[in-house]
């Protein structure tokens, strides 16, 4: 009986057939589904961003040409702001170069000093003080030795400080060449010593006053030395 049933040939019923179709046409809805439902990796692609994906002018996907002539723009466009940098930089070297330049004319003017005011000339007064004082600085500048001293000391022993005073008595005199002025000279004394830049009169009391010391400079090495006629 056992080995009668295993070797008996199956029989497909209706029933078989209409089962295995069911199976069939689960299977294909099944597949079907997953045919329809993307992918993770599809979902990711296409909601890339547009920017990934280079694409021409128009929105079209580049060609192979676009892609070529891109890259030379791109050269073109790098020399040309390397162009410009270049025009920069040397504009702000130029630039630069005339800010030292001015910089440098701006130092000379506020370094260059100012003109000193010419002092005013210096006034005395007209009196034997005076006349001291002016001859003084008259002989400082010519290198005639003499102190104030020395002056005063011989001009009140010969005039008493009178610039007009005349000695119609001594030898001079007698002559017909008196001593005149503040330390009675005679005109050859006075034309022989005189100062230059003084008045060439004999009894003007600085001309007097510098040509005397002039003489006893001379004479006697400073009238500061003469303490009696001379």
Do not use: C
């Amino acid at each position: 009986m056992l080995n009668f049933a295993l070797s008996r040939p199956a029989r497909i019923t209706r029933a078989h057939k209409i089962s295995a179709a069911l199976v069939a046409t689960a299977s294909g809805a099944a597949a079907l589904a997953l045919t329809a439902t993307p992918s993770n990796a599809e979902t990711t692609a296409a909601h890339a961003p547009s920017t990934v994906r280079p694409v021409s002018a128009n929105g079209l996907p580049l060609t192979a040409k676009d892609r070529a002539d891109d890259g030379t723009k791109g050269r073109q466009l790098a020399s040309s702001v390397t162009a410009g940098l270049k025009v920069t930089a040397v504009e702000r070297q130029g630039h630069t170069a005339q800010q030292a330049a001015n910089r440098s004319v701006e130092r000379k003017v506020i370094a260059a000093p100012k003109a000193a005011p010419k002092a005013a000339p210096k006034r005395y007064a007209n009196n034997l003080d005076g006349w001291i004082r002016e001859s003084l600085d008259i002989m400082k500048a010519k290198g005639i030795p003499g102190s104030y001293e020395g002056l005063h000391r011989n001009i009140m022993r010969e005039s008493s400080g009178n610039p007009n005073a005349v000695n119609n008595w001594d030898i001079n005199a007698i002559n017909g060449i008196p001593s005149k002025g503040l330390l009675q000279v005679i005109q050859p004394t006075f034309d022989t010593y005189h100062v230059s830049g003084t008045p060439h009169k004999l009894t003007d009391p600085i001309a007097n006053i510098t040509a005397a010391a002039n003489y006893a400079a001379h004479r006697y090495g400073s009238i500061d030395n003469v303490n009696s006629a001379y």
